[in-house]
């Protein structure tokens, strides 16, 4: 039978931190990579730390020598005289246990293997802190998942910490960095992101990149919700694996407007249950009901008061199980944050769910798309049709400027003003582009299907801007898969000569 652990003391190595000191002392060339590597809590001996903290303080200082400023170096004599000075040199051992520790090696070559074995011991003693803690929360937590997100959250930070590489040669960087500009050269489509399939806007962003925060904000019935499922929808259908948070419609009305967006048959007959056209009308629903269920994987979640935390937690684990290639949140205003209950303002949770969500988008490695409520300003500018004030900006962002700061693409849906017996003309407008050009996207809105469609959809499929909106459904064909799902007879029967609808949120 194999020996039982010995769990009496924590996982330690007093030889190795015995080391390190002793090449930090020893090797003047090297001591400031090692101190950086460290911290003093990595020190299972107190005297050790407390050493390895006033060499710390050592390395930061400097002296004059004539009129020139040197750095001070840790050496035997200097760390003496530190301890002396702030009263610590007893309680680390005297100068009897410093000349221990800088005796305790002929040589400094294997610098490298005493710090990761530090650093492993280390991080083997929090991780058992983590497990108490973690055990804690168990007993205290209000529901499970509060407790797992934490227990997901404090392993993360222990494996990212140290992560820092610290500075790096530039001209290393730019020798890689122009490999990767010639494979793009040779193929560019192996570099795009996560196509939405709004042609023009995947051309503008070379597509949605992991790490990406992206904000689409519009007023209240503009149809930021449309939009972003209609994105949900494209990237779906292309084979990407996509999780939907949604804080303001169940998953049953979010699967209700794919299904019409789908099929062709109008949103409104699938609430009311009136289908004009009977059973060709259940068909095209159920040929949707196929292609979502065998060719598109989305992850929906409608709990109203969802955290930041428990949106990473649940993300994490969807990655590890089945991929992950992006996620929609609708929307920040709604959103609880985990700063809830701190005494702290609106404005600052609001800071806290942006920051939270592009922190995930980076851990992750994933685009992030929120919706955001924009201010009555921009409505108010629209309304009283103020020359060239009407479109929203940046500073209409609700609630908070950490929106516009934490984002990478800031882009607004706006909605000009219909003139008398004229249809209201949509556009996407990106605002902000932290990797590439702003611009302005001409929009149509097919209301009775819950889609917007981009100039370069009407052209393809061979329509005018006026016929998207009001005949809305004649000729629609959304990809090669839906094209063998429903034929052009289907969609003509679909098209009924209803008025445009508003989009809802």
């Known amino acids: 039978m194999p020996k039982e652990a010995n769990y009496t003391s924590l996982p330690n190595s007093v030889e190795a931190e015995k080391n390190v000191l002793c090449c930090i002392m020893k090797n003047p060339e090297m001591q400031l990579d090692i101190i950086a590597q460290l911290n003093g809590d990595d020190f299972y001996q107190t005297n050790h730390a407390v050493i390895f903290e006033t060499m710390r303080d050592i390395s930061r200082g400097y002296h004059l020598v004539g009129e020139e400023n040197v750095a001070d170096t840790v050496n035997f004599t200097t760390l003496v005289d530190a301890l002396r000075r702030n009263g610590n040199l007893a309680k680390v051992g005297d100068v009897d246990y410093l000349l221990q520790i800088n005796d305790a090696l002929p040589g400094t070559a294997n610098y490298g293997e005493y710090v990761a074995i530090v650093k492993r011991a280390s991080t083997m003693r ?163 009901q196929d292609v979502i269920c065998s060719t598109m994987q989305l992850y929906g979640n409608d709990y109203a008061n969802i955290r930041p935390s428990e949106i990473t937690s649940q993300c994490r684990r969807l990655k590890a199980q089945h991929g992950l290639d992006l996620v929609v949140i609708d929307y920040i205003q709604l959103m609880t944050s985990d700063l809830f209950g701190r005494n702290s303002s609106r404005q600052e949770e609001v800071q806290n769910i942006t920051r939270s969500l592009k922190l995930m988008a980076k851990e992750l490695n994933v685009p992030v798309i929120a919706l955001s409520q924009l201010k009555r300003d921009a409505e108010i500018r629209n309304i009283k049709g103020e020359k060239g004030a009407s479109e929203p900006v940046l500073s209409d962002l609700r609630e908070s400027g950490a929106i516009e700061q934490d984002a990478d693409i800031v882009m607004f849906i706006h909605k000009s003003t219909a003139e008398a017996g004229g249809a209201a003309a949509y556009s996407l407008i990106v605002a902000k582009h932290r990797n590439g050009q702003t611009a302005t996207i001409p929009l149509h809105w097919i209301g009775k299907i819950v889609r917007f469609v981009d100039e370069d959809y009407l052209v393809q499929h061979n329509l005018q801007p006026q016929e998207s909106r009001e005949e809305q459904t004649q000729d629609l064909s959304f990809g090669d898969e839906d094209e063998a799902m429903l034929s052009d007879e289907d969609y003509a029967q679909a098209d009924q000569s209803y008025e445009p609808e508003e989009p809802e949120e």
């Open 126 to 288: 929090k991780l058992i802190d983590i497990c108490g803690e973690v055990t804690k929360k168990a007993y205290s937590a209000s529901t499970a998942e509060e407790a797992i997100s934490f227990a997901e959250e404090s392993i993360f930070r222990l494996s990212q910490r140290g992560n820092n590489g610290g500075l790096v040669l530039l001209a290393q960087e730019t020798a890689q960095t122009l490999l990767k500009i010639g494979a793009r050269f040779v193929n560019p489509d192996q570099f795009k992101g996560v196509e939405t399939g709004f042609r023009q806007f995947d051309r503008l962003t070379n597509g949605l990149h992991g790490g990406e925060l992206i904000v689409l904000a519009a007023r209240p019935g503009v149809g930021k919700s449309a939009l972003s499922m209609n994105m949900v929808e494209n990237v779906a259908k292309n084979g990407g694996t996509v999780a939907v948070f949604s804080l303001e419609m169940s998953n049953e009305q979010l699967v209700e407007r794919m299904l019409s967006s789908m099929s062709a048959v109008p949103l409104e007959y699938i609430k009311s249950g009136k289908l004009p056209n009977g059973e060709t009308d259940l068909a095209r629903l159920r040929a949707a």
